[in-house]
């Protein structure tokens, strides 16, 4: 079992719809959690950034993180095309073992 | 502000020729610097990482190798290249706060 599990998608939606992307993990001691985008061809880009469970807010952008079920996920309102990218979760309990999904390749068509 | 280098974007090369990657970050003293490997449709594995000059510790044992002559210069490195080490290698680097910061990465092919 991967240490995260992430849908690669691909996800299409239309402009303006609200996205959800989700991950799961297995290892209980995770308690750094993030959500990177990466446009194609470029680095991954730091978007969201949790410490254990709740949720965080940031424009358009929430993480949501449920410790008890192992389950993080990431809400995009009223999307844009701008948003059309790979977006990949990442946990960890430091630095030296974050640990990333997959990455879900989301499009956002006008 | 901290930036990070990456070159080259785009590399093609034969199977069993050396490589050499540079990675160099600006703006921030002491940085832990990563190299990852991403293969497409997979998510990104981590290969080295340094917390500091001739400090490398390795994740997965391969045909690569990592150096860092300097507190903010990162090298990833192979003898003889096999193809299956194709993939897009990422440079990152951190401070003490676990954001990682990505370089534009480099589209190895090894042909």
């Known amino acids: 079992q991967k240490e995260v599990e992430q849908d690669p998608g691909p996800l299409s939606v239309p402009e303006g719809a609200i996205v959800s992307l989700n991950c799961t993990y297995s290892n209980s001691a995770f308690q750094y959690f993030m959500w990177y985008r990466q446009y194609s061809r470029k680095g991954p880009e730091l978007l969201m950034y949790t410490y254990s469970s709740g949720n965080k807010e940031d424009g358009r952008f929430t993480a949501q993180v449920d410790k008890s079920s192992k389950y993080i996920s990431l809400f995009i309102r009223d999307s844009q095309p701008s948003d059309s990218a790979t977006y990949l979760c990442?946990?960890?309990?430091?630095?030296?073992?974050?640990?990333f999904g997959a990455g879900t390749r989301l499009t956002v068509k006008p | 502000s901290q930036t990070i280098h990456q070159w080259p974007a785009t590399l093609v090369q034969p199977v069993g020729s050396p490589l050499s990657l540079e990675c160099t970050v600006e703006g921030t003293s002491n940085p832990n610097l990563y190299w990852y490997r991403q293969a497409a449709g997979r998510g990104l594995q981590l290969l080295f990482y340094s917390v500091g000059i001739g400090q490398i510790s390795s994740e997965v044992p391969q045909n690569l190798s990592a150096s860092r002559p300097q507190d903010r210069q990162f090298i990833l490195s192979s003898k003889k290249l096999l193809l299956s080490d194709s993939g897009f290698y990422l440079c990152?680097?951190?401070?003490?706060?676990?954001?990682?910061?990505f370089g534009s990465g480099t589209q190895l092919s090894v042909l």
């Open positions: 990442a946990t960890s309990y430091n630095n030296n073992d974050m640990r």
């Open positions: 990152a680097w951190s401070s003490q706060d676990r954001e990682l910061f």
